[in-house]
Structure formats: C-alpha cells, structure tokens
C-alpha cells in the first residue's frame, strides 16, 4: 500500500506504508544509530515525534521483549528506507512488520531518509504527518499545520500513574519519572541501589519524606519550559543537600531551577555517536544522545561550572553546582542504544551519595 510523508513546509515524500494504517502526526526527526531500532521505538523521550532512521536497513533482527526500553511503544511515526522481510536472530519473537502492526504504529518505507535528514538539517525540525489514506498533499498539509497546534501534556501520557518500589540492598534512590527508560532503573539497580519511583507531578516534599539517600531525575519528552510546577519541585530537591543527578529532560529541569535558559536546537541530537568532552579530565566519550534542547551558553550564572561540552556544536552537555552534591548531563549514561562510554556517571553519583550517608 502507497503511503506519502509531508512536512510542514510542503516538502511531500513517497513511499510504501508498514505497521498500522492511517494517518500519523508528530515532530520529525532524524536518528544516526545503527542498531537499537527497539530502543529507539520504546524510549518514552520520542513521545510526540516521528523518527527517521538514517541507517538504511532497519529490522534485520526482529524485535524481542528483553530489548525494550518501556513497556509500550511511544514514537508517534517511523520512516525507514528499508524495513527487512527477513529478519535473522535467535533472541527475535516477532517479525518488525507484526511488531509495528501490533502496537498500532504507522510506518513509511522507500524513502530517502537521507534526503529527509539533510532537508531537517538544512531547515530544522518540523512537523509531518504520514498518511496511508490520502495523497493529497495540500488537504495533508492542511491537517497537519491543525494538528500541530494542539498541545499535549506529553510528560504527563508516559509517567507512572503511581509510585513503585524496585527493592535492592543499598542507598535508598528517589527516581523521577518523566518518561524514564528502562535501563535508568537496571543501571541503579545493578549499582544494588532500593529505587523508588515517583510521577512527574508529585510534590517535593513527598518525595523528601521518603528519606532517600539520592534522588534522580530521569529523561523525557518535550519542552522544559512547559513544566512549570515541575520545575519548582525540582528546585526544592536542589536546594535540599541530597545527591542529585539529572539526565536529560531532567538536566533541562535542573538547568531552569537554577535559573539557567533553554533553547530549542535547529535539529536536535537523535543517536547514538556524539562526541562529549569531559572537562575535569579532557577526554572525550561518544554517547548516546536524545533531545531538541538545550541549556543556553548565555544562561549561567554564578555559582554554576559546566562540566561538559559537545564537541560538534560545543553545547552544554552537563554542569555541577559547587558546594552541592549535583551532576547534570544532557546526554544518556544508561544509553540502550548506544556506547558505555559515559555509565562512570552512575558511579560519580553512587560516590556522592555514600559520601553525602557518611556525613550525616
């Protein structure tokens, strides 16, 4: 079946449709990792976008339940240049096309994802809509632009609706979930960390009555600055001398607390291969990024000193704030796709947080 990818500046591709039928709306963006495909489609932080995948082969190993990173899927689109008919791996239960079918996910195929991305380069990310349905691009265009206008609490469609426990014998962990990624809680875990899960929205001093010994703030979806009451419980952790480690759309929530600027980047960083130099050290880790924001260079104040610079566009990738037990980093040390140059952050938090158990 035919299916066609219009974006909002008019710009229309065509191709063949995969997964569910119908039309799908989102942010387009591009993604450059190789492998991860199931990680990709699960992460909670491509909740509200459509994601395009620069490698040209998607689905050679199927899917299988131990890959994910939630326990749905949350890209709203996927647009590939081949989807494999297939796919070969001894760990795979599903074929991609089942899988995609499945979980009510509208695909293209054929496509030049390279032309897109170059195109989303040249002209930031926008908005699109795929459809199997029409081919009429200008009623397309139409719907989409309608679309776009409609606001969605997107933290708030991935985060627990209740607090859970994930017990283990060591420092008591308080996990902020905006659209935490599976493998936050398997990396504290493997660290025996006793994690407590807590929703977006719930106040800071629940979560302080929990007596724990750290608390993090996990990735997720969306704009920071939209998350005002958020941002106020996150400067009172801030400000509460516990350990704190912020990670991604946490490190955003962290940076607006302390009064530090957002912006939104022309295109973001979708992958698994962006070079961040660690200023303490000055050694440079690949990593795995997600996200379409970032702290403003203009923004800092005093009493802030940035850690980490990405050595493509020299964005902020990470901050401490002197005198408290805090790190901040933009990208992803849980990665799930992506390298495990930079999983020492969870160790750099550990140390913080036994010392901050001997001191009291």
Not at 157 to 168: I, S
Not at 334 to 355: N, Q, T
């Given at each position: 079946?035919?299916?066609?990818?219009?974006?909002?500046?008019?710009?229309?591709?065509?191709?063949?449709?995969?997964?569910?039928?119908?039309?799908?709306?989102?942010?387009?963006?591009?993604?450059?990792?190789?492998?991860?495909?199931?990680?990709?489609?699960?992460?909670?932080?491509?909740n509200?976008?459509?994601?395009?995948?620069?490698?040209?082969?998607?689905?050679?190993?199927?899917?299988?339940?131990?890959?994910?990173?939630?326990?749905?899927?949350?890209?709203?689109?996927?647009?590939?240049?081949?989807?494999?008919?297939?796919?070969?791996?001894?760990?795979?239960?599903i074929?991609?096309?089942?899988?995609?079918?499945?979980?009510?996910?509208?695909?293209?195929?054929?496509?030049?994802?390279?032309a897109?991305?170059?195109?989303?380069?040249?002209?930031?990310?926008?908005?699109?809509?795929?459809?199997?349905?029409?081919?009429?691009i200008?009623?397309?265009?139409?719907?989409?632009?309608?679309?776009?206008?409609?606001?969605?609490?997107?933290?708030?469609?991935?985060?627990?609706?209740?607090?859970?426990?994930?017990?283990?014998?060591?420092?008591?962990?308080?996990?902020?979930?905006?659209?935490?990624?599976?493998?936050?809680?398997?990396?504290?875990?493997?660290?025996?960390?006793?994690?407590?899960?807590?929703?977006?929205?719930?106040?800071?001093?629940?979560?302080?009555?929990?007596?724990?010994?750290?608390?993090?703030?996990?990735?997720?979806?969306?704009?920071?600055?939209?998350?005002?009451?958020?941002?106020?419980?996150?400067?009172?952790?801030?400000?509460?001398?516990?350990?704190?480690?912020?990670?991604c759309?946490?490190?955003?929530?962290?940076?607006?607390?302390?009064?530090?600027?957002?912006?939104?980047?022309?295109?973001?960083?979708?992958?698994?291969?962006?070079?961040?130099?660690?200023?303490?050290t000055?050694?440079?880790?690949?990593?795995?990024?997600?996200?379409?924001?970032?702290?403003?260079?203009?923004?800092?104040?005093?009493?802030?000193?940035?850690?980490?610079?990405n050595?493509n566009?020299?964005?902020?990738?990470?901050?401490?704030?002197?005198?408290?037990?805090?790190?901040?980093?933009?990208?992803?040390?849980?990665?799930?796709?992506?390298p495990?140059?930079?999983?020492?952050?969870?160790?750099?938090?550990?140390?913080?947080?036994?010392?901050?158990?001997?001191?009291?």
């Amino acid at each position: 079946m035919k299916a066609v990818l219009v974006l909002e500046d008019g710009t229309y591709y065509t191709g063949e449709s995969f997964g569910a039928r119908g039309d799908a709306y989102g942010e387009v963006v591009f993604n450059t990792c190789m492998t991860g495909y199931q990680e990709v489609v699960t992460d909670p932080s491509y909740n509200g976008q459509m994601v395009c995948m620069t490698y040209p082969l998607i689905g050679n190993y199927g899917m299988n339940p131990e890959d994910a990173e939630s326990s749905k899927t949350h890209i709203d689109g996927f647009i590939v240049k081949e989807l494999c008919d297939y796919h070969s791996n001894f760990r795979a239960d599903i074929s991609p096309e089942d899988y995609f079918s499945k979980n009510g996910i509208t695909g293209i195929k054929g496509v030049d994802t390279r032309a897109i991305t170059q195109h989303i380069r040249r002209f930031g990310s926008m908005y699109g809509v795929i459809s199997t349905h029409s081919g009429n691009i200008s009623i397309l265009l139409e719907k989409l632009l309608g679309q776009k206008e409609i606001r969605r609490d997107l933290v708030g469609e991935v985060t627990t609706g209740n607090p859970f426990n994930v017990p283990g014998d060591g420092p008591r962990i308080s996990l902020l979930d905006f659209g935490a990624k599976s493998n936050i809680i398997r990396s504290l875990s493997k660290r025996n960390c006793d994690i407590t899960v807590y929703p977006a929205a719930t106040p800071a001093g629940e979560v302080l009555m929990g007596n724990p010994d750290g608390i993090v703030l996990s990735n997720g979806p969306g704009d920071p600055r939209d998350l005002g009451s958020i941002v106020s419980a996150v400067r009172e952790l801030a400000d509460s001398g516990i350990p704190v480690l912020g990670i991604c759309l946490g490190h955003q929530l962290l940076a607006l607390a302390l009064e530090m600027g957002i912006y939104k980047l022309k295109f973001g960083h979708h992958g698994g291969n962006h070079p961040v130099k660690d200023l303490s050290t000055g050694r440079c880790h690949i990593t795995s990024q997600n996200h379409n924001y970032a702290v403003s260079q203009d923004s800092i104040p005093a009493g802030i000193e940035i850690t980490h610079v990405n050595a493509n566009d020299k964005s902020i990738e990470g901050f401490c704030r002197p005198g408290y037990p805090i790190i901040s980093v933009q990208y992803h040390p849980e990665a799930s796709p992506g390298p495990e140059d930079s999983a020492y952050i969870f160790d750099d938090f550990i140390k913080l947080v036994v010392k901050g158990r001997q001191d009291a």
